[in-house]
């Protein structure tokens, strides 16, 4: 019998948003947006998210597995009343619209899919980085979620000295780095890792982008993994079990 465990939990960046007390609140230049399959820390000066966080389970993964595509429509979210990035910003920009909430994790609903194209989910991503290791993290995540069936995902973009600029007439903001974390349970332990993608077109393979959530934490002052007991945090975001996760 397969009992599944599924992790819930809301990531609050110390510098940013404080907690939602909507489904939709702004708070100086950031918005909590809470989606039918994930949640947003919304940048409004960047016009992409801080972070995304949901949780992918077992279930999810095996029945979008074989789904058929459904056509990506990028948009805004019309509900959402602050600046957003358009189709225009990124047309001729070379830049990739890279989902956080990848949208084939979303397919279980089509609302959630559907969702997951609002430009409120997308940062500008380097074409060969999102297509390349990006795409490699995505799937080992969904190999993740069938092996303990369940985890939590939090990523979304760093900026460290913004050598890219900005994008089209809203000036969208192009990340430096992007990261991903990904919290697990399992033999009665909680278990992390990340990892950490420059926002280029080198090539990658997994092992070389592996880092601690610690790390992650101490470039984007955000505390991931707030709710959980503070010996337990440390532990778990200090160390990476590279055998507990394959690599």
């Not at 990531?11 to 947003?40: D, E, W």
């Not at 000036?171 to 697990?184: C, E, Q, R, S």
Request: aromatic content about 14%; glycine content about 4%; overall charge negative.
């Amino acid at each position: 019998m397969r009992f599944t465990i599924v992790l819930f939990f809301v990531v609050f960046s110390m510098v940013s948003c404080s907690p939602p007390q909507h489904n939709k609140s702004i708070n100086n230049k950031c918005a909590i947006i809470r989606y039918i399959g994930f949640i947003v820390n919304y940048n409004t000066y960047h016009k992409q998210p801080n972070w995304v966080s949901y949780t992918l389970t077992s279930e999810q993964v095996e029945s979008t597995e074989n789904m058929p595509k459904i056509p990506h429509h990028y948009m805004q979210d019309s509900n959402f009343h602050h600046p957003q990035a358009t189709n225009e910003d990124y047309r001729g920009s070379g830049w990739a619209r890279g989902h956080m909430a990848r949208h084939m994790d979303m397919k279980w609903k089509k609302e959630a899919a559907f969702e997951s194209d609002y430009f409120t989910n997308i940062c500008p991503q380097n074409k060969k980085m999102n297509g390349g290791i990006w795409l490699k993290i995505e799937n080992k995540v969904r190999k993740l979620a069938l092996q303990y069936d369940s985890v939590n995902i939090v990523c979304g973009p760093i900026f460290i000295d913004s050598i890219y600029g900005t994008i089209g007439y809203n000036k969208v903001a192009v990340p430096d780095f992007f990261f991903k974390t990904v919290l697990a349970f399992h033999n009665c332990h909680y278990h992390a890792i990340a990892f950490i993608c420059p926002n280029d077109d080198r090539s990658l393979e997994l092992i070389d982008v592996v880092t601690t959530v610690n790390y992650i934490e101490s470039l984007t002052n955000f505390d991931l993994y707030k709710h959980l007991d503070d010996l337990i945090e440390e532990s778990v975001e200090d160390v990476v079990d590279r055998s507990i996760w394959g690599l």
